[in-house]
Nanobody, 125 residues
Framework: QVQLVESGGGLVKVGGSLRLSCTVH????????MGWYRQVPGKPRELVAS???????TYGDSVKGRFTIYRDSVRNTVSLQMNSLKPEDTAVYYC???????????????????WGRGTQVTVSS
């Protein structure tokens, strides 16, 4: 059974840092396209960062230069280091995994096959 379990969310002040972790069960993370998405009420889930199996990195425009995605192939985890946090970073953050296939690109939210339950990040001003 595939499970993605997020941890590390919480309350942090503006300018602070948090590190989110996604523990992956049932699949090998390095063979999937792994991503972090976030969502606030009333808005669609948006890409924060992703890492491909060949370590190509993609970041949302609003987090470039502040967030970094990491993959630990030994622990089978994917982490998100978030620095210089802003109030607009407040959201539920989700870990997701996209299985590669000849007919599907992993560059859209709908392409992801597995999702975690999310972890809340709140940035207070």
């Amino acid at each position: 059974q595939v499970q993605l379990v997020e941890s590390g969310g919480g309350l942090v002040k503006v300018g602070g840092s948090l590190r989110l972790s996604c523990t992956v069960h049932g699949i090998v993370a390095r063979t999937y396209h792994m991503g972090w998405y976030r969502q606030v009420p009333g808005k669609p889930r948006e890409l924060v960062a992703s890492i491909s199996r060949d370590s190509t990195y993609t970041y949302g425009d609003s987090v470039k230069g502040r967030f970094t995605i990491y993959r630990d192939s030994v622990r089978n985890t994917v982490s998100l280091q978030m620095n210089s946090l802003k109030p607009e970073d407040t959201a539920v953050y989700y870990c997701a995994a996209c299985r590669y296939s000849p007919t599907t690109s992993c560059d859209t939210r709908d392409a992801y096959n597995y999702w975690g339950r999310g972890t809340q990040v709140t940035v207070s001003s």
